[in-house]
């Protein structure tokens, strides 16, 4: 398959147009348009991965059959949001049931706060946390617990969760039914990027402040 990045007007074009994720909707600053050689994609940089695994060698496969590539991305975006939220402090006991985010996010404000912790082990470990920042630090840690399992679980099976390898050893057919990638990490600055006005995130917790009013 033919697989090209476009950059400069064009992207920009496709992009304006498309307005989010052609695979799951998600809105941001920062989509990707690409080109297959017969039609423009434009995608968030979750689903062209799983688009065109094999155009990123660096990925990590994980053995996830019962989410749909769609699904994983989002789910991806939210642990990578879960981890930076709590590290920089601003969960403060949030109740996510309804599909929102804090308040605090619906202002710039918390996107640009600093981080608290270097990591979510050190802000546990802090005795000056308090009870509500601990909680808020163990639930990123504990939503990221499934992921790092069935990266173990992949490695067990194949020796390697690099995305070669297992595509190599499964077969086109099994990896693209039974199996995500996913980068090792999402850049800080892509995070702070969706509380732009019009992100996905930004409006969620735009959400959250029209019900509590």
Same mark, same amino acid.
């Given at each position: 398959?033919?697989?090209?990045? =476009?950059?400069?007007?064009?992207?920009?074009?496709? =992009?304006?147009?498309?307005?989010?994720?052609?695979?799951?909707?998600?809105?941001? *600053?920062?989509?990707?348009?690409?080109?297959?050689?017969?039609?423009?994609?434009?995608?968030?940089?979750?689903?062209?991965?799983?688009?065109?695994?094999?155009?990123?060698?660096?990925?990590?496969?994980?053995?996830?059959?019962?989410?749909? *590539?769609?699904?994983?991305?989002?789910?991806?975006? =939210?642990?990578?949001?879960?981890?930076?939220?709590?590290?920089?402090?601003?969960?403060?006991?949030?109740?996510?049931?309804?599909?929102?985010?804090?308040?605090?996010?619906?202002?710039?404000? $918390?996107?640009?706060?600093?981080?608290?912790?270097?990591?979510?082990?050190?802000?546990?470990?802090?005795?000056?946390?308090?009870?509500?920042?601990?909680?808020?630090?163990? *639930?990123?840690?504990?939503?990221?617990?499934? =992921?790092?399992?069935?990266?173990?679980?992949?490695?067990?099976?194949?020796?390697?969760?690099?995305?070669?390898?297992?595509?190599?050893?499964?077969?086109?057919?099994?990896?693209?039914?039974?199996?995500?990638?996913?980068? $090792? @990490?999402?850049?800080?600055?892509?995070?702070?990027?969706?509380? $732009? @006005?019009?992100?996905?995130?930004?409006?969620?917790?735009?959400?959250?402040?029209?019900?509590?009013?």
């Amino acid at each position: 398959m033919t697989f090209d990045i =476009v950059a400069g007007k064009t992207r920009d074009f496709h =992009v304006d147009r498309a307005g989010c994720c052609g695979r799951c909707g998600f809105m941001e *600053q920062g989509l990707v348009c690409w080109y297959d050689g017969h039609a423009f994609h434009v995608e968030c940089e979750e689903c062209t991965h799983q688009a065109a695994p094999d155009r990123f060698p660096e990925l990590r496969a994980v053995f996830m059959p019962e989410l749909s *590539q769609k699904a994983f991305s989002n789910y991806v975006r =939210v642990l990578a949001w879960l981890t930076f939220a709590a590290r920089v402090d601003r969960l403060h006991g949030h109740d996510f049931s309804k599909g929102t985010l804090p308040r605090r996010f619906e202002t710039e404000e $918390a996107w640009n706060a600093p981080f608290r912790w270097t990591s979510l082990a050190e802000g546990i470990e802090d005795r000056y946390a308090g009870d509500v920042a601990r909680a808020g630090l163990r *639930q990123a840690r504990d939503a990221f617990a499934f =992921v790092a399992r069935r990266l173990g679980k992949t490695i067990a099976m194949h020796g390697s969760a690099a995305s070669p390898h297992v595509r190599a050893s499964v077969g086109e057919e099994s990896f693209e039914r039974d199996y995500r990638v996913m980068s $090792a @990490s999402i850049a800080t600055a892509r995070i702070r990027s969706w509380g $732009a @006005s019009g992100s996905t995130f930004r409006l969620l917790a735009a959400r959250t402040e029209q019900k509590t009013r």
